[in-house]
C-alpha cells in the first residue's frame, strides 16, 4: 500500500525486453513491481518467447496505477497474454480511476503477437487505459483486445462508470492508428441504436507490418472482407476491415456474446500471419 503523499493505492511497473541470440528470442525482466509480474519465458518453435503477464491481485482497483515498458529487440519474436481476463473492480466513490500504462518498441524486423484475454469492467469501476505501439522498419505486430459489457452472470452489464482507451499506433515514424474511446454508460447508454444497439461486447484487431507495398494490404483486406462477411451473422455478430494510412489493417466486431469474438479473432489472426509470415498462428496456451 503506497503512503497517503502518492495518489495511487498500487504502482505496478514491469520493464521487459527480448533479444535474438543464435536465432532464439530470450527474455530479460529489468524491472517488476507487483501487482504485476511474469514468472517465465517459454520457448516456441519458431524461436520466439511466450510470456504470461500476471496480475497478482487478481484485478485492477480504483486509484492502481500500472506501467508496462516492453522493448522487442531487432529479429526477435515474442507472444504475449494473459493468464485470464482483466477484472476491473468498483471504484471507491473518491477514488481515482485506475489507470494503464503501456508503451511497447518494436525494433527492426521483430515481431510481437500481444493477445490478452478480455477486459471485464465491474459494475461502478474506472478506468483509463493508454496504449503506445512505435515500430521500426520491418516489424510485426498483431494485436487484439476484447471489452466485455461487466459480470453478466451478476446482471452487472453495462454498470461500469467509465471506460477510456487511448490507443497509438508509430510506423516508420508515421502516426498510422489513434484511437480515444470513453465509454459512460450511465450519461450515454451504450444499448442505444447510436452505439450497440443489442450487442454487448467488442473486438479490435490490429495487424501491421512496416514495408510492405500498399497493394499487399489492399489484397489482404479483401481477403480478410470475404472472412469478415462469412463469419457475420445479422443482429448477433458483425465484422468489418479496414487498411490504415499504411503498413497494416484494423478489424473491429461486435457480439451478443464474447465466444464468438475470440473465434473470429482466432481466424483472422491465422489468416493473416500465414499471409504475411507463412508461418502458423499457434495460440498461446494457459498456465494457472
Request: aromatic share 10%; net charge positive; with cysteine.
Amino acid at each position: 500500500m503506497n503512503n497517503s503523499s502518492t495518489p495511487y493505492r498500487v504502482h505496478g511497473r514491469l520493464n521487459l525486453s527480448f533479444t535474438c541470440a543464435d536465432a532464439r528470442t530470450v527474455m530479460r525482466v529489468h524491472k517488476q513491481r507487483p501487482p504485476l509480474q511474469v514468472i517465465r519465458a517459454f520457448d516456441l518453435e519458431n524461436g520466439g518467447s511466450l510470456v504470461h503477464l500476471h496480475t497478482v491481485s487478481g484485478g485492477i482497483l480504483g486509484g492502481d496505477r500500472l506501467d508496462y515498458e516492453i522493448e522487442v529487440n531487432a529479429g526477435a519474436q515474442a507472444q504475449l497474454t494473459t493468464t485470464s481476463a482483466t477484472r476491473l473492480y468498483r471504484s471507491r466513490e473518491n477514488a481515482p480511476p485506475a489507470t494503464q500504462f503501456m508503451t511497447i518498441n518494436l525494433r527492426e524486423n521483430s515481431l510481437l503477437e500481444y493477445l490478452p484475454d478480455a477486459l471485464i469492467p465491474f459494475a461502478g469501476s474506472r478506468y483509463q487505459q493508454h496504449t503506445r505501439f512505435t515500430l521500426d522498419q520491418g516489424a510485426g505486430l498483431f494485436w487484439w483486445e476484447v471489452v466485455a459489457p461487466g459480470r453478466e452472470a451478476r446482471n452487472e452489464v453495462f454498470a461500469y462508470e467509465s471506460l477510456h482507451l487511448n490507443t497509438d499506433i508509430i510506423a516508420d515514424n508515421l502516426l498510422i492508428a489513434r484511437e480515444r474511446m470513453k465509454l459512460e454508460p450511465r450519461s450515454r447508454p451504450l444499448s442505444s441504436y447510436a452505439r450497440f444497439g443489442a450487442h454487448r461486447y467488442m473486438a479490435t484487431l490490429y495487424i501491421c507490418r512496416v514495408g510492405l507495398d500498399s497493394e499487399k494490404w489492399v489484397e489482404l483486406e479483401a481477403q480478410l472482407q470475404d472472412q469478415a462477411l462469412q463469419l457475420t451473422r445479422p443482429n448477433d455478430l458483425l465484422w468489418g476491415v479496414s487498411t490504415l494510412p499504411a503498413h497494416g489493417l484494423v478489424i473491429r466486431g461486435v457480439s451478443r456474446g464474447g465466444r464468438d469474438l475470440f473465434t473470429g479473432l482466432s481466424s483472422f489472426w491465422r489468416a493473416a500471419k500465414w499471409e504475411l509470415y507463412q508461418q502458423a498462428a499457434i495460440m498461446p496456451r494457459k498456465i494457472y
